[in-house]
């Protein structure tokens, strides 16, 4: 079965710093990626997805991620956060080419200091 | 632009009491999925429907039910509600079982006392 490991649970940034976000994955196979953000209260948005192709994808207000298959790994970066990223972000998993099937790792909360 | 649309956003059970949590989706999506979500676990799958009338099993299915009689709506039952069940619930659906995503809705807050 598949899994998804978001080692960071809690994360605190200043504004105007850079920012990644870790996420590894469990799959045999080439898997679907995902990144969503949840803020609160909120449903979930997506932020970028992989499926195939170039290992660098760019999503959604400025963030990108990077497809790692050597590390199982799916790390979303941005450059500069802003206040309004202080949100939770999920990394997910749709294994056997599914995207309505997925594993959601545990969350990993980021906040944002002035 | 309705997208996925679930009602109540807020329930409060008593322990024993069932209870339907609606979802609907305006987009034509084949596919929709329940999650649960609970605090430092991420979401977790519940049921899912690859089209009208076909359901099956998520990674934790106990104490629900599902059907799909319309590819427009997919309802979560709780037949007997229990205090393990107070979470947040979200469904889900999308276009097809190839590169795409899936869009979720506002969810539900459903506590059980």
């Known amino acids: 079965a598949q899994s998804v490991t978001q080692p960071d649970i809690h994360i605190t940034v200043s504004e105007g710093a850079s920012l990644e976000l870790r996420c590894n994955y469990s799959y045999g196979a080439t898997p679907y990626l995902f990144w969503y953000v949840q803020s609160p209260g909120q449903g979930l948005q997506l932020l970028l997805k992989?499926?195939?192709?170039?290992?660098l994808v760019q999503g959604i207000k400025g963030f990108e991620a990077e497809f790692k298959r050597s590390q199982s790994s799916f790390n979303l970066r941005k450059p500069s956060v802003h206040w309004s990223d202080a949100a939770e972000y999920f990394c997910a998993v749709g294994a056997g080419g599914s995207n309505y099937k997925l594993t959601f790792g545990k969350g990993t909360l980021l906040t944002v200091n002035p | 632009n309705a997208g996925v649309t679930q009602t109540p956003k807020f329930q409060v059970l008593k322990t024993g009491q069932s209870m339907t949590l609606q979802c609907a989706q305006d987009m034509n999506h084949e596919y929709m999925s329940w999650y649960r979500q609970d605090p430092g676990m991420g979401l977790r799958l519940i049921h899912y429907?690859?089209?009208?009338?076909?359901?099956d099993q998520g990674e934790v299915p106990n104490g629900y039910n599902v059907s799909r009689s319309t590819t427009e709506d997919f309802p979560l039952r709780l037949l007997s509600a229990a205090p393990s069940q107070t979470s947040v619930y979200f469904c889900a659906s999308s276009i097809s079982t190839g590169p795409s995503e899936a869009f979720f809705g506002q969810g539900t807050r459903l506590t059980v006392v």
């Open positions: 992989y499926f195939s192709g170039d290992t």
């Open positions: 429907s690859v089209g009208a009338g076909i359901t």
